[in-house]
């Protein structure tokens, strides 16, 4: 594996501080031209997402804390093992047997069980105080709007099209600016739902011979949830600076007081959230399964004549013998195009061929492909990646921006708030990347910090 230690991680520090400024920097460049930016926002926010990951990830008490809750939620997820055991039989999901990993066995049931908990979680109400809790914080420390702060912190925790449930009677009345900040949270954060499957990925294991997963594996596990924990958390001020920076509040923000926040339908008790939960899961776990399955397959018809076009056209070829190329594909091609980024998200730059083609994947095909391509990496004999470089990956890939996504988000918000139509579509495509800078910015910081 490659490694990275004394000056080389310093270097990469200073190249984070690098990617932090370019990120910036281009979102000033694709910004709407009306207002002045609000720079202490700016400030503010990259000075909260510093605060978060020390205090997170350094920070004796709380790192300890988090890593404590980390293995209590990675022993939860594993729970989900005795529910597949009993549809798909034990014998499927043990080690036994020359069936190996089934990624619809061992991952998609998975974003059920965990959608099924969240919904009891939300129906005993302690998911709102989470949510309250980091709303109250991201309100006072970036003194923005109630609805702003309640909006953001949902979407750490649900999907972007049930985060604006809690403030749909404002909809039709939020700016273009609070509407771009409510877009961009969306694409720069995740479901708890995925964030289960995504560390099923990235550490995946089978039942032994007592029906239990390895305690390896469950270590493990901890330690990528603590990260994509840390990665959602912080990726909400980001959001904030990216919003603000591409649309600056020109108007006057609506009256919160004239209208009560949104509550979603309460379920008639905890058995019917649980089975309300269960079946939202389903949906995502065919969709999930869905479109792995047609993205993969397109993905191998897009590279099939550019893998026959480097193999067949020798100057081509002889050029990409070179520099050790094997095969020309769409991952190369995502690497080229995305390296100098990774470079100053903080990654070595003998590395960053690999890491940009996942960043490219994250937005051409979804962060659920990229995840995949990283945790084979992770699990092959010679991984492309340092530890360092892969925990980094992790965080910039905790987001839904992609194309995909922008269909979704435009037609769940039309869905709650049609009048504004118009301005989800014109605002969109500029949120999603704006959604993705903010990830590559809590990457980039959390390279620094780690």
């Known amino acids: 594996m490659p490694a990275q230690e004394g000056t ?153 099209t049930e985060a604006p449930l809690c403030i749909r009677p404002l909809l039709e009345k939020m700016t273009r600016a609070q509407i771009m900040t409510l877009m961009v949270g969306g694409f720069a954060t995740i479901a708890g739902s995925v964030l289960a499957a995504y560390v099923a990925f990235l550490a995946p294991g089978q039942l032994d011979a007592a029906g239990r997963l390895p305690q390896a594996v469950l270590d493990q596990r901890a330690v990528w949830i603590k990260h994509l924990i840390t990665a959602s958390v912080m990726s909400a001020p980001a959001a904030f600076i990216m919003a603000r920076i591409l649309v600056a509040e020109v108007d006057t923000p609506p009256d919160e007081h004239v209208s009560a926040i949104a509550q979603a339908e309460k379920p008639a008790n905890v058995f019917d959230a649980a089975a309300i939960g269960a079946t939202d899961g389903l949906r995502l776990a065919l969709n999930v399964g869905a479109m792995l399955i047609a993205f993969v397959a397109l993905l191998a018809l897009v590279s099939w004549p550019i893998e026959a076009l480097g193999e067949h056209f020798d100057p081509l070829h002889r050029w990409l013998e070179s520099r050790g190329i094997e095969h020309l594909n769409l ?76 269909g979704i988000q435009i037609g769940g918000l039309s869905a709650l708030a049609p009048g504004k139509r118009k301005e989800f579509t014109q605002l969109a495509l500029r949120a999603m990347v704006g959604g993705a800078f903010a990830s590559w910015m809590t990457a980039a910081i959390a390279g620094i910090v780690l």
């Open 331 to 406: 991952q190369v091609i995502f690497g080229w195009v995305f390296a100098p980024l990774a470079w100053t998200i903080g990654v070595p730059w003998e590395e960053c061929g690999f890491f940009g083609g996942l960043l490219g994947q994250k937005i051409v095909l979804t962060e659920f492909f990229a995840y995949v391509d990283l945790a084979a990496d992770m699990n092959s004999a010679v991984p492309r990646l340092s530890q360092r470089s892969a925990t980094i990956a992790a965080y910039a890939l905790c987001g839904f921006a992609n194309f995909a996504s922008i």
């Open 8 to 160: 080389g991680v310093e270097a990469a520090r200073l190249q984070g501080l690098v990617g932090i400024g370019l990120l910036v920097g281009l979102a000033w460049l694709i910004r709407e031209r009306r207002g002045r930016l609000d720079w202490p926002l700016v400030g503010l926010g990259i000075a909260l997402q510093f605060v978060l990951a020390i205090v997170l990830l350094k920070v004796p008490g709380p790192a300890h804390a988090l890593g404590l809750f980390s293995k209590g939620v990675a022993g939860v997820i594993s729970k989900a093992d005795a529910g597949i055991a009993f549809v798909f039989s034990r014998e499927l999901v043990t080690v036994q047997g020359d069936w190996g990993y089934i990624f619809a066995v061992r991952v998609l049931p998975i974003i059920i069980f965990f959608a099924a908990l969240m919904s009891v979680l939300y129906y005993l109400g302690v998911m709102q105080r989470v949510v309250a809790a980091l709303a109250w914080l991201l309100r006072r420390s970036l003194g923005v709007t109630g609805a702003e702060a309640l909006a953001m912190a949902s979407n750490v925790f649900v999907g972007q």
